[in-house]
């Protein structure tokens, strides 16, 4: 007896193969599994330290030099802190490639720290306390300016020279901050005041210029000044939670025990006991 074998054509789909029979032949079907799904990159939050980041002014230039790349999701400033909490897709940008986009925008950025790792840099407060040496400079330029002036009773070109002179010395980092905003295809209060500036130059107010100049660049000085101070205030509040917690466990049917552990490590429902002197966690 001559056994028939059945024959068909296999069609492939993108999910299964289906049998195409030939005339006489009992339909087969062949299914393949389709591939798995990849599982989408959960979104990942990374923050920056940016020096130059104080003013809504300055998060308006970093947004726009963001705004076209791929992954990023959204981003919070802390001003106080100087700091800028980006959330993006691991799986189409990562930490390194945003620090590049922002230094390249004008905006020196690094990755920060975590909390336990900072520490405070006494220096720093130093450096932020003391006036700047450009402010000075400017300073002392104006005031020999507006010395000469009270003694001739007109501006002549010495007064002119010392304004204009004292003018650059204070705006170089104000024009410096507007041409990096103009190259953002943004307008900022640097690029008003170098405007400013450079029009009361262009009309013969040389120690209008210099006054208005010198006057911003103290300003500036000063609101550094205060952000690093509620810096240093909230640093000292930090320092003031305890670093260990005493977590009461439950031992026996009645009995309590006592654990020291890192208050990071407490989580929602957790019993500490807190004696007497002691601080909160």
């Given at each position: 007896m001559r056994r028939i074998i059945p024959q068909c054509f296999i069609v492939i789909n993108?999910?299964?193969?289906?049998?195409?029979?030939k005339q006489g032949?009992?339909?087969q079907s062949i299914i393949v599994p389709s591939a798995p799904a990849a599982v989408p990159a959960m979104p990942?939050?990374?923050?920056?330290?940016?020096?130059?980041?104080?003013c809504p002014d300055e998060l308006a230039l970093i947004e726009r030099r963001l705004r076209g790349v791929p992954g990023i999701a959204r981003f919070a400033p802390?001003?106080?802190s100087r700091q800028l909490h980006v959330e993006f897709d691991p799986a189409q940008t990562d930490a390194a490639s945003i620090v590049q986009i922002v230094s390249a925008a004008g905006f020196p950025a690094q990755i920060a720290l975590p909390v336990s790792e900072m520490q405070p840099?006494?220096?720093a407060d130093e450096?932020?306390?003391r006036p700047p040496r450009s402010m000075i400079a400017a300073g002392l330029l104006l005031l020999a300016a507006a010395v000469v002036r009270l003694i001739v009773g007109a501006t002549i070109w010495p007064i002119a020279?010392?304004?204009?002179a004292a003018t650059?010395?204070?705006?170089?980092?104000?024009a410096t901050a507007a041409w990096r905003a103009i190259r953002l295809r943004g307008l900022d209060m640097n690029v008003l005041m170098t405007v400013a500036a450079a029009g009361a130059i262009g009309i013969g107010d040389y120690f209008e210029a210099a006054t208005a100049m010198f006057l911003f660049a103290v300003s500036l000085w000063l609101e550094r000044l205060s952000l690093a101070r509620a810096q240093r205030a909230i640093r000292s509040m930090l320092e003031l939670t305890p670093n260990v917690a005493h977590r009461l466990s439950q031992l026996g049917a009645s009995a309590e025990g006592e654990i020291d552990i890192n208050q990071s490590e407490l989580q929602i429902g957790d019993r500490v006991l807190v004696r007497p002197g002691e601080r909160i966690p």
């Open positions: 993108s999910a299964r193969q289906t049998a195409v029979p032949v009992i339909p990942q939050t990374t923050t920056f330290n940016i020096p130059a980041l104080d802390d001003y106080l840099s006494a220096a450096n932020v306390a020279a010392l304004a204009i650059i010395v204070a705006g170089v980092s104000v």
